[in-house]
């Protein structure tokens, strides 16, 4: 636990290269991946000159130090020009290359060198982290070419001999196995946090079920629903008391409404459907139907209710309007772009006049739902009530359990 500050302050500047604003974060995450990789290569690769100038490789361990030395030259350029990381990378690769180059030369090809130019497909791989596809096909097409290098190195070239190439080869083939294997599994884990991220998105933005079969079928998704109930909720005198707020205090306000709002529909396991402006819209029975739709839907408007009247927001005492109705609907996506969940019918429309007609602080409930209610719930008659687009209609005041 204490190696981590400082493990920080040495890794962070250097994984810091290269960044440039606004760039995708994978391919951040990306380079950072090869950086850490590049830093401890080359620590790894210090061991090797001095073991090559023990056993008298002169030219290849001068050789390689060069291009120990060059490559963090390069990433010092890198760090000091950001923009121009893809064309240092290049140079970085270039000289790595010609150093694995001229070992294979020197020690007579493919197999006396022991297999060093298999680090040119760590090298493809390393290109396609941190600079992209078209880069890796271009450093492929390199290591393709230094293998057929390696394989037709005229004898001539060869000054140095290993005792054993086989143990080198296996070295070289181990090493980049691994190099390889934590590309591959860096990939696969940025897959599977972005796609969770995707899905969690998703999830927050439809319902789990309807998410589903979005991803499955991209048809239109319209359920008829036999019984369910919708809740409208608006705050009372809201515009008039926007006016003279500033467009971030009344985003502030709405969010801290809604966001308590948002608490109550998941511990009831509801769906919201959409906020406008200052309404609310739930609904409970749909996508999956529930026998006991008309009481979840009761519960929540109730605490909603009592929630604003005990409660200030930003500083500010609040009222509500609440309508609920109840009945057949019909519910699905429509349209090819930003999909959202929603509900249609004669039971959306009555649940919206029950709202708008309502009285400030009360929960008014149609027939269809007092129905449902009225024996489990205590209630007012609030009498015939002039519903627009539709006749009087006898609506309830909800007052709370019986």
């Known amino acids: 636990m204490r190696a981590a500050p400082w493990f920080r302050r040495i890794f962070e500047p250097i994984m810091r290269i290269g960044e440039v604003p606004g760039e995708p974060e994978t391919k951040r995450g990306g380079r950072r991946v090869f950086l850490v990789a590049f830093v401890i290569a080359t ?64 020690f007579g090809g493919l197999f006396g060198s022991g297999l060093v130019v298999i680090f040119g497909l760590a090298i493809a791989l390393a290109a396609l982290l941190a600079s992209g596809l078209r880069p890796a096909l271009l450093w492929f097409g390199v290591f393709i070419a230094s293998v057929i290098f390696a394989v037709v190195t005229p004898s001539a070239w060869q000054r140095y001999t290993q005792p054993d190439p086989a143990a080198d080869a296996a070295f070289n083939l181990i090493a980049t196995a691994v190099v390889v294997l934590a590309i591959v599994g860096y990939f696969i884990a940025q897959r599977d946090r972005f796609q969770q991220r995707s899905d969690h998105l998703l999830h927050n933005i439809l319902p789990v079920e309807i998410a589903a079969r979005l991803k499955e079928s991209h048809a239109t998704i319209a359920d008829d629903v036999p019984s369910a109930s919708v809740l409208f909720a608006d705050v009372v005198d809201f515009t008039p008391m926007s006016s003279a707020m500033t467009p971030a205090g009344l985003v502030t306000l709405l969010d801290e409404v809604f966001s308590a709002f948002d608490a109550f529909v998941d511990d009831l396991g509801l769906e919201k459907i959409k906020t406008v402006g200052d309404a609310y819209m739930v609904a409970s029975g749909v996508p999956l139907p529930r026998e006991d739709h008309a009481v979840a839907i009761a519960e929540l408007a109730i605490r909603i209710r009592d929630h604003v009247a005990t409660t200030a927001f930003d500083g500010r005492r609040l009222q509500v309007r609440i309508g609920i109705a109840s009945g057949p609907v019909t519910a699905g996506i429509i349209g090819t772009h930003k999909f959202a969940y929603d509900l249609w019918g004669d039971t959306v429309n009555t649940a919206s006049r029950m709202e708008s007609s309502g009285v400030p602080g009360e929960i008014q409930i149609a027939p269809s739902t007092y129905e449902l209610l009225r024996d489990r719930y205590r209630f007012e008659p609030r009498g015939p009530v002039q519903v627009k687009g539709k006749d009087e209609m006898l609506t309830f005041l909800l007052l709370g359990p019986a």
């Open 43 to 106: 620590v790894l690769t210090v061991p090797q000159i001095v073991a090559d100038l023990a056993a008298g490789y002169m030219v290849v361990g001068r050789v390689n130090l060069v291009l120990l030395v060059l490559p963090i030259v390069v990433l010092l350029a890198m760090w000091r020009w950001p923009a121009r990381f893809d064309l240092l990378l290049g140079v970085m690769f270039a000289l790595i290359t010609t150093g694995q180059l001229i070992e294979t030369a020197l």
